[in-house]
């Protein structure tokens, strides 16, 4: 999956927003100005970090060594960082998007999520 596909993924969910961090040189997912994915290049390598629950993680980062590791720059128990070179299961990084964004927009109040997404 190329970035430009993550990136339209990502923006197809409900209320999402995309947005350049000049300032950290990578383009993020946004859902109510909170960060669920990150989209950039690591040693020429296409890479995006999302955030999960601590033992999905660990378990992702065992079946899958070669392409995800502890978040890059991000709280480690918390976020991935996947390579998703050519090979990697794409209906597997946009369920890991999904769930992603799922997990942050369970951060906020009930109200604000029904705001946010009127199909919870």
Not at 1 to 28: C, Q, R, T
Not at 79 to 90: C, K, L, N, Y
Not at 94 to 102: N, Q
Request: proline share 5%; hydrophobic share 40%.
């Amino acid at each position: 999956m190329k970035a430009a596909d993550i990136k339209e993924f990502g923006l197809s969910l409900p209320n999402s927003e995309y947005e350049y961090k000049m300032e950290w040189d990578v383009e993020v997912g946004l859902i109510g100005r909170k960060i669920f994915m990150m989209v950039s290049i690591l040693n020429d390598r296409p890479m995006i970090s999302l955030k999960v629950k601590p033992h999905d993680g660990d378990d992702l980062r065992l079946e899958f060594p070669d392409h995800i590791i502890a978040g890059y720059h991000m709280n480690k128990r918390h976020w991935i960082t996947v390579f998703h070179e050519e090979g990697f299961d794409d209906e597997l990084l946009r369920k890991l998007i999904v769930d992603s964004y799922e997990l942050v927009m369970k951060t906020f109040p009930k109200k604000v999520q029904l705001t946010l997404n009127p199909d919870l």
